[in-house]
T-cell receptor, first 116, second 113 residues
C-alpha cells in the first residue's frame, strides 16, 4: 500500500512570495490533515478535511494560509504572502473515516519550507 | 484545549541503557494517548497508543508506556536501547471524539554504540 505522498520535498522562497504544497493521501482515506512543524517543536494541526469538507481550521492563519481538497482526494496548502516565521516542515497525514475511539493517522515525508 | 509537555529535549545514552521519556498532558476529559517516533530521514510513525483498558501498553520494538490518570502522565520506557532507537519521540493526545492531535515538543534521543 502506497503511503502519503507530498511534493515538493524542499522549497526555498523569499518573504512575501507565494508557495503551494501538494498532498496525495493513502487511497481510500477520507480524512486529511495538514500540520506545521517548526524546528524544535511538535507538529501543530493547521486544517483537517473530511472528504472535501473542512472539519477543523481553527488554527489556520486564514489571512495568509489557504487549503483545499476539491475532489475529496488530493489537497493543496498555499501560503500567500510568506513570512519568515512560516519556515517549517509542512506535514500531510491521512486516516480512514472519523470513528471512535480513533483512527490512526499516517504521515507523509513533509515539505521543508525555508523563507529568506 | 489539550496541551502536552515533554521534558529533557535531548537525551544521550549508551546501548543497553534503559530509556524513560516523560509525557504530561493537560485536559480534563477522556483522552487518547500516543507516542510517535521519527527515525532519521523517515516519516512520523505510530509507536504505541492507549485508548482504554490496561494502562500499561506495549508497542513496537520493545517499547511500552504507562498511563497514570491521577498524574496526567503517559511515560515511555524501553529497558535496553539499541543504536537503531536513535530518533525523535513525540507524545500526543487527543480528546475522545476529536481526531485533532496535540503534540509535545519531542525528545531527541541519541544512542551511542
Amino acid at each position: 500500500e502506497a503511503g502519503v505522498a507530498q511534493s515538493p520535498r524542499y522549497k526555498i522562497i523569499e518573504k512575501r512570495q507565494s508557495v503551494a504544497f501538494w498532498c496525495n493521501p493513502i487511497s481510500g482515506h477520507a480524512t486529511l490533515y495538514w500540520y506545521q512543524q517548526i524546528l524544535g517543536q511538535g507538529p501543530k494541526l493547521l486544517i483537517q478535511f473530511q472528504n472535501n469538507g473542512v472539519v477543523d481550521d481553527s488554527q489556520l492563519p486564514k489571512d495568509r494560509f489557504s487549503a483545499e481538497r476539491l475532489k475529496g482526494v488530493d489537497s493543496t496548502l498555499k501560503i500567500q504572502p510568506a513570512k519568515l516565521e512560516d519556515s517549517a516542515v509542512y506535514l500531510c497525514a491521512s486516516s480512514k473515516e472519523l470513528a471512535e475511539p480513533y483512527n490512526e493517522q499516517f504521515f507523509g515525508p513533509g515539505t521543508r519550507l525555508t523563507v529568506l | 484545549a489539550q496541551s502536552v509537555s515533554q521534558h529533557n529535549h535531548h537525551v544521550i545514552l549508551s546501548e543497553a541503557a534503559s530509556l524513560e521519556l516523560g509525557c504530561n498532558y493537560s485536559y480534563g476529559g477522556t483522552v487518547n494517548l500516543f507516542w510517535y517516533v521519527q527515525y532519521p530521514g523517515q516519516h512520523l510513525q505510530l509507536l504505541l497508543k492507549y485508548f482504554s483498558g490496561d494502562p500499561l501498553v506495549k508497542g513496537i520494538k520493545g517499547f511500552e508506556a504507562e498511563f497514570i490518570k491521577s498524574k496526567f502522565s503517559f511515560n515511555l520506557r524501553k529497558p535496553s536501547v539499541q543504536w537503531s532507537d536513535t530518533a525523535e519521540y513525540f507524545c500526543a493526545v487527543n480528546a475522545r471524539g476529536n481526531n485533532r492531535l496535540a503534540f509535545g515538543k519531542g525528545n531527541q534521543v541519541v544512542v551511542i554504540p
